[in-house]
T-cell receptor, first 116, second 113 residues
Framework: AQSVAQPEDQVNVAEGNPLTVKCTYS??????LFWYVQYPNRGLQFLLK??????LVKGSYGFEAEFNKSQTSFHLKKPSALVSDSALYFC??????????????FGAGTRLAVHP | SQTIHQWPATLVQPVGSPLSLECTVEGTSNPNLYWYRQAAGRGLQLLFY??????ISSEVPQNLSASRPQDRQFILSSKKLLLSDSGFYLCAWSWIAGSYEQYFGPGTRLTVT
């Protein structure tokens, strides 16, 4: 079965320090992987995706993610955290069939808290 | 550019009352459309998806239904709400081919009392 796991309910980091939010996946075939961010009472915002190519993917707001096929991981990273990065982060994997149907499976989410 | 709208933003409804939530997408044509429910501010549950007008697929059996009367309009409905229908409802769209990410609307907070 295809799945995605976010092993940490919450990640705490001091402002200015690097941050990592972890994600591991299990899919058959090539993985299509995504990161989203959600601020309170808002919809999810797309941050970045890995489809193919370079293992390091750059996205919005200074975030990047590293795809590691051998470890089946797609961790989200940022070199220097901001208090405004505090939010709920979701990893997702595409499981849809061909023909344009893009079904995503989402992880349970990781709450990032950046402290001043 | 594309935008996605949902309304209402918040809704408080008594048990047993009907429900209609609306989602519209601008700036694209023939998108895939999705309804999700998010409970307790965490995981997302896919409720319905649609690949075209009148084409609705349900992911889980439940008290809700969906319709797509126009290409860029997606409606979530219920004839009689249950307490368990409370939650944050999110609509999303994606391109039918090429790019695979989904883009989400601002959501509707539904409280059933």
């Amino acid at each position: 079965a295809q799945s995605v796991a976010q092993p940490e309910d919450q990640v705490n980091v001091a402002e200015g320090n690097p941050l990592t939010v972890k994600c591991t996946y299990s899919v058959s075939g090539n993985p299509y992987l995504f990161w989203y961010v959600q601020y309170p009472n808002r919809g999810l915002q797309f941050l970045l995706k890995y489809i193919t190519g370079d293992n390091l993917v750059k996205g919005s707001y200074g975030f990047e993610a590293e795809f590691n096929k051998s470890q089946t991981s797609f961790h989200l990273k940022k070199p220097s955290a901001l208090v405004s990065d505090s939010a709920l982060y979701f990893c997702a994997v595409r499981t849809g069939t061909s023909g344009g149907y893009n079904k995503l499976i989402f992880g349970a989410g990781t709450r990032l808290a950046v402290h001043p | 550019s594309q935008t996605i709208h949902q309304w209402p933003a918040t809704l408080v409804q008594p048990v047993g009352s009907p429900l209609s939530l609306e989602c519209t997408v601008e700036g694209t044509s023939n998108p895939n459309l999705y309804w999700y429910r998010q409970a307790a501010g965490r995981g997302l549950q896919l409720l319905f998806y649609s690949v075209g007008i009148g084409q609705i697929s349900s992911e889980v059996p439940q008290n809700l239904s969906a319709s797509r009367p126009q290409d860029r309009q997606f409606i979530l409905s219920s004839k009689k709400l249950l307490l368990s229908d409370s939650g944050f409802y999110l609509c999303a769209w994606s391109w039918i081919a090429g790019s695979y990410e989904q883009y989400f609307g601002p959501g509707t907070r539904l409280t059933v009392t």
